[in-house]
């Protein structure tokens, strides 16, 4: 899967859901710069990461699984 993509995806929901990237970064335990890096592609989110971010985001399995897994996934639709 294409980090960046999954990166793009999770900028939209960030934004879809009005959470501050500073607080999802706080609650994930990294830093502002480290979560900047992964949502552009600049490395993967490990799994405990993703279980935190479907927490925070209030995400259904489903969902997480799309985001992260599915190439023909859009958030948008």
Excluded: H, W, Y
Aim: charged content about 35%.
């Amino acid at each position: 899967m294409n980090q960046r993509e999954v990166g793009n995806r999770l900028k939209e929901l960030i934004k879809i859901r009005g959470i501050k990237r500073k607080d999802l970064a706080e609650n994930i335990g990294m830093s502002n710069v480290t979560l900047t890096r992964k949502l552009n592609g600049q490395g993967e989110f490990n799994i405990r990461e993703v279980l935190l971010i479907k927490e925070i985001l209030d995400l259904d399995a489903e969902l997480c699984g799309n985001i992260f897994f599915n190439p023909d996934f859009d958030v948008k639709e």
